[in-house]
């Protein structure tokens, strides 16, 4: 779904002038979007910046980007980056079609990660 | 996508349409070299800072103005399929790269980073509120921080 939203942000970023670089690592659901430039990181999802506490691997990806955003000349290029996981068991729960939900009900009230986020929202005046 | 329809095809749902644009994207050419380049960034992981509300899960099409230059630990995250997120409450970085852009700032290889970054709830089933309200936004937030290109960061 937040593929989804990138892609339509990007197509009206490019419309009204700013040229635009997708990250991703939902292959197909971009790839549908046809969006401008985009590279493909071959994660599991969540780790669209790279693996937690490897910073070699988060300044390659970050770099790999960027310098997308520079060298791509072709409309609906997506550049599929070398960066493999290492364990690829993950595969098994992203393309299983076993029924299960595994998202958040769809609440109307902000879900703060920690209890103390909520206290600390009032004090700034960020919520009444 | 197929995996996911099915996966809820199961579950009794109809399955969802999929965005699936039926045209060649717009295109505006990158003109500055990198080094010169202000970025900026938007990332849909459902960040937000500390002090800041968090994100409610029923298509909240709203945005987070972050300081690009905050903390790692005063960053927190709220998202409908929070279940991606375990690494990510760990080390942010894993979504919205911060620490690596300064970095990359720092070596000259790009201009620089916008004085703040946006987030959003990238879960919104509704593509009509997605073009109608979030892309606009990210459009008018762009602008004033006056960036030359926006990466854009899907969870």
């Given at each position: 779904?937040?593929?989804?939203?990138?892609?339509?942000?990007?197509?009206?970023?490019?419309?009204?002038?700013l040229?635009?670089?997708?990250?991703?690592?939902?292959?197909?659901?971009?790839?549908?979007?046809?969006?401008p430039?985009?590279?493909?990181?071959?994660?599991?999802?969540?780790?669209?910046?790279?693996?937690?506490?490897?910073?070699?691997?988060?300044?390659a990806?970050?770099?790999?980007?960027?310098?997308?955003?520079?060298?791509?000349?072709?409309?609906?290029?997506?550049?599929?980056?070398a960066?493999?996981?290492?364990?690829?068991?993950?595969?098994?729960?992203?393309?299983?079609?076993?029924?299960?939900?595994?998202?958040?009900?769809?609440?109307?009230s902000?879900q703060f990660?920690?209890?103390?986020?909520?206290?600390?929202?009032?004090?700034s005046?960020?919520?009444? | 996508m197929?995996?996911?329809?099915?996966?809820?095809?199961?579950?009794?749902?109809?399955?969802?349409?999929?965005f699936?644009a039926?045209?060649?994207?717009?295109?505006?050419?990158?003109?500055r070299?990198?080094?010169?380049?202000?970025?900026?960034?938007?990332?849909?992981?459902?960040?937000?800072?500390?002090?800041?509300?968090?994100?409610?899960?029923?298509d909240?099409?709203?945005?987070?103005?972050?300081?690009?230059a905050?903390?790692?630990?005063?960053?927190?995250?709220?998202?409908?399929?929070?279940?991606?997120?375990?690494?990510?409450?760990?080390?942010?970085?894993c979504?919205?790269?911060?620490?690596?852009?300064?970095?990359?700032?720092?070596?000259?290889?790009?201009?620089?980073?916008?004085?703040?970054?946006?987030?959003?709830?990238?879960?919104?089933?509704?593509?009509?509120?997605?073009?109608?309200?979030?892309?606009?936004?990210?459009a008018?937030?762009?602008?004033?921080?006056?960036?030359?290109?926006?990466?854009?960061?899907?969870?």
């Amino acid at each position: 779904m937040c593929h989804q939203t990138v892609s339509l942000v990007a197509r009206h970023l490019e419309a009204h002038g700013l040229p635009t670089l997708c990250m991703a690592s939902a292959r197909d659901i971009i790839s549908a979007g046809r969006v401008p430039r985009a590279v493909f990181i071959d994660y599991p999802l969540g780790h669209t910046c790279g693996k937690p506490g490897d910073r070699v691997d988060q300044l390659a990806i970050a770099r790999a980007a960027v310098q997308a955003l520079a060298n791509v000349s072709q409309p609906e290029t997506i550049i599929d980056l070398a960066h493999t996981w290492g364990d690829e068991a993950w595969r098994d729960d992203a393309s299983s079609t076993r029924a299960e939900d595994t998202r958040q009900p769809r609440d109307e009230s902000p879900q703060f990660q920690f209890a103390a986020d909520l206290d600390a929202a009032r004090a700034s005046g960020a919520l009444a | 996508m197929r995996a996911i329809a099915a996966r809820y095809t199961k579950l009794g749902y109809t399955p969802y349409r999929w965005f699936a644009a039926d045209s060649a994207p717009p295109w505006t050419p990158v003109t500055r070299p990198l080094g010169a380049t202000r970025l900026g960034v938007l990332s849909t992981c459902g960040a937000y800072a500390l002090g800041q509300v968090a994100y409610h899960y029923k298509d909240d099409t709203s945005l987070r103005r972050i300081p690009a230059a905050i903390a790692a630990s005063e960053l927190r995250f709220s998202h409908i399929t929070e279940n991606y997120l375990v690494d990510a409450k760990r080390d942010p970085e894993c979504m919205l790269p911060l620490r690596a852009l300064h970095s990359l700032v720092q070596s000259g290889e790009l201009g620089a980073l916008a004085a703040h970054v946006y987030t959003c709830m990238g879960g919104v089933y509704s593509q009509r509120r997605v073009r109608e309200e979030v892309a606009p936004a990210v459009a008018a937030a762009m602008r004033d921080e006056a960036v030359d290109a926006v990466l854009l960061i899907p969870m």
